[in-house]
C-alpha cells in the first residue's frame, strides 16, 4: 500500500461523512444551441454526454492556463438539453461571465440556479462504500482517487433526507479533497497554472475537436510533461496555511516549490496541503523544509498521464 493509499483509507475510516453546507453552486445553460455551446469553449467532451449523466470539465484560457473547473451532468426536460453546471461557489460568478461573454446568436440560455434561496450538502466517502445518491434533487456525483463525493442542491428549508452516519467539518472535508487531487481555483492555482499541471487529465478530453487551451494540452501530452506537477503533501503540525509558502531542499536554503494551502489532519499531529514540485522532489518521502519553520514530506504525486 502506498503512503497515499494509506492517507485515504485513514481519512476515510468510519465514513462515509456528511457535510451540511458545502461550498458550491450551479448554473443551467440551455436550449437547442447549449450543447454546442459548451462543446466549443470547455475542455470535456459535451456532445457525446448521455442524459443523467456527469463529466468532470475545465475551462481554459488559449494558453492552456486553468480559469475554473466544474462538472457537467446533461439532462433533458420537454425534450429540451439542459446542461447543469457545478462549480465551486467563489468561482460561479466569473465562470457566468466567461460564458456570457462568448454567447453571440446562440439559442441558448444561461442562469445561475433556479429561484428560492440554493443549498448544497455533500456525502463523502470511499468510492465503493454506500454514499447516498438522492433521487428528486439535482445530484452530481463522481469518483476520484478512490473517493467517492455526491452533492445535492436544493432550496433552503427543504426537507432533506434523514443521515444517521457521521459529519465530516471544512476541514476533514478538505483534506479528503486534498487526497483525491482535486485544486480550488484561485486558491491552489494561479493565473499561470497550467491544466495539466493541476492534475485536471480527466478534466480534459483526448478526443473531441478544438476548445480553448487545448493545442498547449495536446502538445504537452504528445512531446513530453510539465515542468511542475500538483502533489500531495504531508507538512508538520501548526496553524492553516492560506497563502503560498516556499519550500525548500531539506539540507540547503534552495527554493524548489510551493505549497498553495494546508489544513489540520483530522488526528491533530500534521497538515495536510496541495502544492508544486519539478519532477526530481515528486517521489513518494521526499523531505523538504517549509520557509519560516516546519518540515514536509511529498505522499504523492497527481502526474498527467500516469
Known amino acids: 500500500m502506498t503512503a497515499a493509499d494509506s492517507l485515504r483509507a485513514r481519512l476515510l475510516a468510519n465514513g462515509p461523512f456528511r457535510r451540511a453546507e458545502a461550498p458550491y453552486s450551479t448554473l443551467l445553460v440551455a436550449g437547442f ?7 466549443r469553449l470547455c475542455s470535456q467532451d459535451i456532445k457525446s454526454l448521455a442524459s443523467g449523466r456527469t463529466v468532470p470539465a475545465a475551462f481554459l484560457d488559449a494558453k492552456g492556463k486553468v480559469v475554473a473547473t466544474c462538472l457537467v451532468k446533461r439532462l433533458q426536460q420537454d425534450g429540451e438539453d439542459l446542461f447543469w453546471i457545478e462549480t465551486q461557489a467563489a468561482q460561479r460568478d ?21 429561484p428560492g434561496e440554493p443549498c448544497c450538502e455533500e456525502w463523502i466517502g470511499a468510492a465503493s462504500s454506500a454514499v447516498p445518491d438522492p433521487s428528486g434533487s439535482l445530484c452530481f456525483s463522481w469518483s476520484r482517487a478512490g473517493i467517492q463525493f455526491v452533492r445535492r442542491h436544493f432550496n433552503r428549508g427543504e426537507a432533506v433526507p434523514v443521515w444517521h452516519g457521521g459529519q465530516v467539518d471544512a476541514d476533514a472535508a478538505d483534506c479528503l479533497q486534498m487526497a483525491a487531487g482535486i485544486v480550488v481555483v484561485g486558491v491552489d492555482t494561479e493565473s499561470t497554472t497550467l491544466a495539466l499541471e493541476a492534475a485536471l487529465d480527466d478534466h480534459c478530453s483526448a478526443t473531441k475537436g478544438c476548445y480553448t487551451g487545448q493545442e498547449i494540452v495536446a502538445r504537452i501530452h504528445t512531446y513530453g510533461h510539465t515542468n511542475r506537477a500538483l502533489c500531495l503533501i504531508e507538512l508538520s503540525a501548526g ?6 509558502v516556499v519550500l525548500h531542499e531539506l539540507e540547503a536554503a534552495v527554493p524548489v516549490g510551493r505549497v498553495m494551502r494546508a489544513v489540520p489532519l483530522p488526528w491533530g499531529s500534521a497538515r495536510l496541503g496541495l502544492g508544486y514540485l519539478p519532477k526530481e522532489f515528486q517521489r513518494e518521502g521526499v523531505r523538504l523544509r517549509l520557509a519560516g ?14
Do not use: M, N, W
Request: one cysteine or more.
Open 33 to 39: 444551441d447549449a450543447a454546442e455551446f459548451l462543446h
Open 94 to 114: 466569473k465562470l457566468a461571465q466567461l460564458l456570457e461573454r462568448y454567447h453571440f446568436t446562440e439559442k441558448i440560455r444561461i442562469s445561475a440556479g433556479g
Open 239 to 244: 496553524p492553516r496555511i492560506e497563502s503560498p
Open 293 to 306: 519553520g516546519g518540515t514536509a514530506s511529498v505522499v504523492c504525486a497527481f502526474v498527467a498521464g500516469s
